[in-house]
Protein backbone atom coordinates (compact mmCIF):
# COMPACT_ATOMS: atom_id res chain seq x y z
CA UNK A 1 0.00 0.00 0.00
CA UNK A 2 1.25 3.45 -0.68
CA UNK A 3 2.07 5.93 1.72
CA UNK A 4 0.39 9.15 2.14
CA UNK A 5 3.76 10.58 0.94
CA UNK A 6 4.11 8.29 -2.10
CA UNK A 7 0.56 8.82 -3.49
CA UNK A 8 1.23 12.59 -3.57
CA UNK A 9 4.04 12.14 -5.32
CA UNK A 10 2.95 10.16 -7.36
CA UNK A 11 0.06 12.93 -8.19
CA UNK A 12 2.48 15.51 -8.23
CA UNK A 13 4.40 13.66 -11.83
CA UNK A 14 1.07 13.17 -13.10
CA UNK A 15 -0.65 16.39 -12.87
CA UNK A 16 3.34 17.64 -14.02
CA UNK A 17 3.26 14.90 -17.35
CA UNK A 18 -0.44 16.00 -18.20
CA UNK A 19 0.76 19.73 -17.88
CA UNK A 20 3.97 18.58 -20.34
CA UNK A 21 1.31 16.66 -22.50
CA UNK A 22 -0.80 20.29 -22.98
CA UNK A 23 1.93 22.44 -23.51
CA UNK A 24 1.63 24.08 -26.75
CA UNK A 25 4.17 22.91 -29.16
CA UNK A 26 5.43 23.44 -33.12
CA UNK A 27 6.70 21.21 -35.89
CA UNK A 28 7.77 23.78 -38.53
CA UNK A 29 7.69 22.05 -42.04
CA UNK A 30 8.91 23.74 -45.61
CA UNK A 31 7.31 22.19 -48.91
CA UNK A 32 8.33 23.02 -52.43
CA UNK A 33 6.75 23.56 -55.48
CA UNK A 34 8.88 21.65 -58.64
CA UNK A 35 8.12 20.86 -61.80
CA UNK A 36 7.86 17.29 -60.68
CA UNK A 37 5.16 18.34 -58.04
CA UNK A 38 5.15 18.98 -53.90
CA UNK A 39 8.29 17.73 -52.23
CA UNK A 40 8.25 18.25 -48.60
CA UNK A 41 12.22 18.58 -46.71
CA UNK A 42 14.33 20.08 -43.98
CA UNK A 43 16.65 20.71 -46.23
CA UNK A 44 16.55 21.29 -50.11
CA UNK A 45 18.69 22.21 -53.35
CA UNK A 46 17.00 23.84 -56.19
CA UNK A 47 17.08 26.43 -59.29
CA UNK A 48 15.27 29.75 -58.69
CA UNK A 49 12.67 31.27 -59.18
CA UNK A 50 11.10 28.38 -56.25
CA UNK A 51 8.00 28.58 -54.23
CA UNK A 52 8.17 27.46 -50.60
CA UNK A 53 5.25 26.81 -48.45
CA UNK A 54 6.67 27.00 -44.11
CA UNK A 55 3.83 25.96 -41.80
CA UNK A 56 4.33 26.15 -38.50
CA UNK A 57 1.75 23.41 -37.27
CA UNK A 58 0.94 24.41 -33.51
CA UNK A 59 -0.32 21.37 -31.43
CA UNK A 60 -1.97 22.05 -27.48
CA UNK A 61 -2.44 25.41 -28.23
CA UNK A 62 -5.65 25.54 -26.09
CA UNK A 63 -6.26 29.26 -24.29
CA UNK A 64 -2.62 30.13 -25.33
CA UNK A 65 -2.49 33.24 -27.33
CA UNK A 66 0.27 32.65 -30.20
CA UNK A 67 2.89 34.64 -31.98
CA UNK A 68 4.64 33.62 -35.09
CA UNK A 69 7.83 34.87 -36.23
CA UNK A 70 9.20 33.06 -39.50
CA UNK A 71 12.65 34.74 -39.51
CA UNK A 72 14.66 34.30 -43.70
CA UNK A 73 18.67 34.62 -43.55
CA UNK A 74 21.16 34.06 -46.19
CA UNK A 75 24.42 32.45 -44.77
CA UNK A 76 26.26 35.24 -46.01
CA UNK A 77 24.71 37.32 -43.44
CA UNK A 78 24.06 37.71 -39.83
CA UNK A 79 20.69 39.82 -40.02
CA UNK A 80 17.08 38.55 -41.47
CA UNK A 81 16.45 39.65 -45.00
CA UNK A 82 12.79 38.60 -44.60
CA UNK A 83 10.42 38.72 -41.56
CA UNK A 84 6.89 37.45 -41.78
CA UNK A 85 4.42 37.69 -39.09
CA UNK A 86 2.32 34.90 -39.99
CA UNK A 87 1.13 30.97 -38.54
CA UNK A 88 1.88 29.64 -42.31
CA UNK A 89 3.82 32.19 -44.75
CA UNK A 90 5.23 31.38 -48.65
CA UNK A 91 7.76 32.85 -49.76
CA UNK A 92 9.76 32.88 -53.58
CA UNK A 93 13.46 32.42 -53.95
CA UNK A 94 15.14 33.97 -56.21
CA UNK A 95 18.77 35.23 -55.12
CA UNK A 96 21.52 32.04 -55.21
CA UNK A 97 22.77 30.74 -51.98
CA UNK A 98 21.77 29.07 -49.18
CA UNK A 99 18.92 30.51 -46.80
CA UNK A 100 18.31 29.63 -43.65
CA UNK A 101 14.79 29.41 -42.27
CA UNK A 102 13.22 29.34 -38.72
CA UNK A 103 10.16 30.00 -36.83
CA UNK A 104 9.56 31.68 -33.61
CA UNK A 105 6.94 31.02 -31.74
CA UNK A 106 5.23 32.76 -28.56
CA UNK A 107 2.74 31.27 -26.59
CA UNK A 108 1.50 33.11 -23.81
CA UNK A 109 -1.30 32.56 -21.36
CA UNK A 110 -1.72 34.72 -18.27
CA UNK A 111 1.65 34.67 -16.31
CA UNK A 112 2.29 31.07 -18.52
CA UNK A 113 5.09 31.88 -21.08
CA UNK A 114 6.37 29.33 -23.66
CA UNK A 115 8.79 30.55 -26.45
CA UNK A 116 10.87 28.66 -29.16
CA UNK A 117 13.49 30.84 -30.23
CA UNK A 118 17.10 30.29 -30.67
CA UNK A 119 17.46 27.28 -27.77
CA UNK A 120 14.95 25.59 -29.91
CA UNK A 121 16.81 26.03 -33.28
CA UNK A 122 20.42 25.40 -31.98
CA UNK A 123 19.52 21.59 -30.99
CA UNK A 124 17.28 21.31 -34.07
CA UNK A 125 19.07 23.03 -37.09
CA UNK A 126 16.96 25.69 -39.39
CA UNK A 127 15.09 24.88 -42.21
CA UNK A 128 17.51 25.27 -45.08
CA UNK A 129 17.45 26.24 -49.36
CA UNK A 130 20.17 26.10 -51.35
CA UNK A 131 19.22 27.99 -54.55
CA UNK A 132 22.15 27.01 -57.49
CA UNK A 133 24.00 29.68 -59.81
CA UNK A 134 22.23 30.02 -62.78
CA UNK A 135 23.37 29.07 -66.39
CA UNK A 136 21.64 29.64 -69.79
CA UNK A 137 22.53 28.90 -73.32
CA UNK A 138 21.17 28.85 -76.51
CA UNK A 139 21.94 26.36 -79.83
CA UNK A 140 22.60 28.13 -83.05
CA UNK A 141 20.29 25.96 -84.79
CA UNK A 142 17.08 23.76 -85.01
CA UNK A 143 14.78 21.58 -87.10
CA UNK A 144 11.21 22.61 -87.09
CA UNK A 145 10.18 19.39 -89.78
CA UNK A 146 8.10 17.50 -87.15
CA UNK A 147 9.81 14.53 -86.24
CA UNK A 148 9.67 15.78 -82.38
CA UNK A 149 13.45 16.18 -82.27
CA UNK A 150 14.87 19.92 -82.51
CA UNK A 151 11.20 21.01 -83.57
CA UNK A 152 10.98 24.31 -81.34
CA UNK A 153 14.12 26.73 -80.70
CA UNK A 154 14.87 26.73 -77.16
CA UNK A 155 17.39 27.25 -74.29
CA UNK A 156 19.41 24.62 -73.72
CA UNK A 157 17.75 22.11 -71.14
CA UNK A 158 20.46 22.44 -68.49
CA UNK A 159 19.34 26.07 -67.66
CA UNK A 160 19.01 26.73 -64.31
CA UNK A 161 18.11 29.92 -61.52
CA UNK A 162 17.15 32.18 -64.74
CA UNK A 163 14.73 34.76 -62.55
CA UNK A 164 14.10 36.75 -65.73
CA UNK A 165 14.14 35.80 -69.34
CA UNK A 166 13.06 37.77 -72.58
CA UNK A 167 14.06 36.11 -76.67
CA UNK A 168 14.09 37.87 -79.68
CA UNK A 169 13.92 35.67 -83.08
CA UNK A 170 14.73 38.32 -86.14
CA UNK A 171 15.42 37.65 -89.69
CA UNK A 172 18.65 38.60 -91.79
CA UNK A 173 16.36 42.29 -92.50
CA UNK A 174 16.15 42.63 -89.20
CA UNK A 175 12.38 42.08 -88.64
CA UNK A 176 11.39 40.53 -85.54
CA UNK A 177 9.51 37.34 -85.80
CA UNK A 178 8.64 36.36 -82.67
CA UNK A 179 9.85 36.46 -78.71
CA UNK A 180 9.19 34.88 -75.54
CA UNK A 181 9.42 35.45 -71.93
CA UNK A 182 10.16 32.17 -70.21
CA UNK A 183 13.35 29.71 -70.93
CA UNK A 184 11.23 26.88 -71.02
CA UNK A 185 9.08 28.66 -74.14
CA UNK A 186 10.48 28.90 -77.85
CA UNK A 187 9.91 29.60 -81.61
CA UNK A 188 8.40 27.13 -84.15
CA UNK A 189 9.73 28.45 -87.03
CA UNK A 190 6.71 29.86 -88.15
CA UNK A 191 5.29 33.75 -88.58
CA UNK A 192 2.01 34.48 -88.24
CA UNK A 193 1.36 30.95 -88.33
CA UNK A 194 2.82 30.23 -91.84
CA UNK A 195 6.46 28.38 -92.17
CA UNK A 196 9.21 30.61 -92.43
CA UNK A 197 11.86 29.51 -95.16
CA UNK A 198 15.19 27.55 -94.20
CA UNK A 199 18.14 29.87 -93.70
CA UNK A 200 20.06 31.48 -90.65
CA UNK A 201 18.06 33.84 -88.16
CA UNK A 202 19.13 35.44 -85.50
CA UNK A 203 18.49 35.25 -81.84
CA UNK A 204 18.75 38.03 -79.25
CA UNK A 205 18.25 36.96 -75.23
CA UNK A 206 18.25 39.26 -72.40
CA UNK A 207 18.20 37.14 -68.87
CA UNK A 208 19.53 37.49 -65.40
CA UNK A 209 20.15 34.45 -63.07
CA UNK A 210 19.31 34.40 -59.30
CA UNK A 211 22.99 34.84 -58.75
CA UNK A 212 22.93 38.37 -60.24
CA UNK A 213 24.73 37.65 -63.30
CA UNK A 214 23.14 39.04 -66.53
CA UNK A 215 23.02 37.17 -69.70
CA UNK A 216 23.22 39.32 -72.87
CA UNK A 217 23.15 36.55 -75.62
CA UNK A 218 23.45 37.20 -79.57
CA UNK A 219 23.95 34.90 -82.05
CA UNK A 220 23.00 33.51 -85.56
CA UNK A 221 20.46 30.26 -85.52
CA UNK A 222 20.37 27.98 -88.50
CA UNK A 223 16.54 26.91 -89.41
CA UNK A 224 17.02 23.13 -90.69
CA UNK A 225 13.86 22.03 -92.07
CA UNK A 226 15.52 19.15 -94.22
CA UNK A 227 17.16 17.99 -91.74
CA UNK A 228 16.18 14.88 -89.96
CA UNK A 229 18.50 12.49 -87.13
CA UNK A 230 19.00 9.71 -89.87
CA UNK A 231 20.47 12.22 -92.65
CA UNK A 232 21.95 14.55 -90.36
CA UNK A 233 24.40 15.14 -87.79
CA UNK A 234 23.78 16.42 -84.02
CA UNK A 235 22.72 20.05 -83.89
CA UNK A 236 24.92 22.16 -81.49
Known sequence: MLT???MLTLA???ATAQSYD???TINPTATYTTDDGEEESDSYSGNAPLLGRFE???ENTGNYTASYEWRFTLNTETEPYLIRYEQDTEFTFTDAGTHSIVLYATFVNGNDTIAYTQDYWADRGPLTVNISESRLEMPNAFSPNGDGINDIYQAKTNYQSIVEFHAYIFNRWGKKLYEWDDPAGGWDGTYKGKDVAQG???VLVKARGAD???YNIRRDVNLLRGY???TGTEIP
Do not use: I
Request: glycine share 4%.
Open 12 to 14: AAE
Open 4 to 6: LAA
Open 228 to 230: TES
Open 212 to 214: GRE
Open 56 to 58: ANP
Open 200 to 202: VYF
Open 22 to 24: EMP
